[in-house]
């Protein structure tokens, strides 16, 4: 979607002006993974209109293969207006205007599968499923286990506006535990599912390879096989199955909220992709979400890799001391860039 992020904060009645921007769950996480230097693929249907243009050439310029987006001659492109506010408060807003826009008509006869099934990694969110009953078709089909799937990466992202009427929310629940890689957080699986506590969503979902539970300042928790990411071979012969691996958040001066929990999920799939374990993925998503959470749109570039390595690997006390405002990218990528000139000269 197209996003319009206001000017001044307020009540959207009394904004005076909002600045154009791009949105959306799966699109934000391509870009970041582009920006990161990974190859990245979008695939979804906007307007031919201005909009869809804005949009298609702006996730472009991420670096975001394009190409297999569809362009819909009859549908428009989705837009969206929020408040400058935390989403987490009584006083954001969002107002969403995409019924019948062209990315609810993606299904299994409207999209490119080929395309779709042709990477590493097909991350999906559960905002699409939301959409409408082709796109929820088109989810289910993706997930369906067959020979050759890929990864199939899925972020409940329950947005309750999205589901009104009779439409149970309990479908998402149906889609997580199809796929290998979940992210969901604890708070959202308490509103949707009515479920309480990090056990219980496991015993929910215990299928996935890797289940990551978000629980905001508390951190983030993952279930995961013993083999993902873990050398150790005396803890193999233990009969053990699975591990729960838990990485404190960082003590963040946030600016706004929203795209944080793209960016978690895009940092984690990064470190998936180079085969890091388990605690430095999710490190990484923690870093990759501070990213975001220090700028003011949906979307931020996340931290150069050397850096990211680097704060990945610090000690638990230097991690839980770690205090990140707004430009500690680039401003920490600096100095470290000043002291390699330093030893080097």
């Not at 604890?186 to 219980?200: C, N, Q, T, V, Y």
């Not at 013993?226 to 012969?237: A, I, K, M, T």
Request: proline share 5%; with cysteine.
């Amino acid at each position: 979607m197209v996003t319009f992020l206001p000017t001044t904060p307020g009540r959207l009645a009394d904004v005076p002006a909002f600045e154009r921007a791009i949105g959306g769950a799966e699109s934000n996480v391509a870009c970041m993974l582009a920006a990161a230097g990974h190859r990245a693929r979008w695939l979804s249907r906007v307007g031919a209109d201005s909009f869809g243009d804005h949009l298609v050439q702006a996730i472009t310029g991420y670096g975001v293969d394009t190409r297999a987006v569809r362009r819909d001659p009859t549908r428009p492109t989705g837009i969206y207006f929020r408040t400058a506010g935390d989403r987490v408060t009584d006083a954001h807003e969002v107002a969403y205007y995409r019924a019948g826009s062209a990315a609810s008509a993606m299904s299994v006869t409207t999209m490119d599968l080929a395309a779709i099934g042709s990477g590493r990694i097909l991350h999906l969110s559960g905002i699409t499923a939301a959409l409408s009953e082709d796109c929820l078709g088109l989810l289910g089909d993706l997930t369906t286990p067959r020979p050759g799937r890929p990864l199939v990466s899925f972020d409940v992202n329950h947005r309750a506006g999205l589901w009104t009427g009779d439409r149970d929310p309990r479908i998402l629940l149906d889609l997580a535990r199809r796929a290998d890689i979940v992210f969901v957080g604890d708070d959202e699986a308490r509103d949707a599912w009515g479920l309480h506590g990090i056990r219980a969503l496991r015993e929910a979902i215990p299928e996935p390879d890797i289940l990551v539970v978000k629980q905001g300042r508390g951190g983030a928790m993952a279930f995961h096989d013993v083999f993902q990411g873990v050398d150790d071979p005396l803890l193999h012969r233990t009969g053990i199955t699975e591990l729960r691996t838990r990485v404190p958040s960082l003590n963040v001066d946030v600016i706004a909220a929203a795209g944080a929990g793209d960016a978690f999920a895009a940092g984690f799939l990064s470190a998936t992709l180079r085969g890091l374990p388990v605690r430095t993925r999710i490190r990484y998503g923690h870093l990759w979400a501070a990213a975001a959470l220090t700028a003011p749109g949906d979307l931020a570039a996340p931290p150069g890799r050397a850096l990211a390595d680097r704060l990945a690997g610090l000690d638990d006390t230097a991690w839980g001391t770690l205090h990140l405002g707004p430009g500690w990218t680039n401003a920490m990528a600096a100095d470290e860039q000043a002291d390699e000139e330093v030893r080097t000269r």
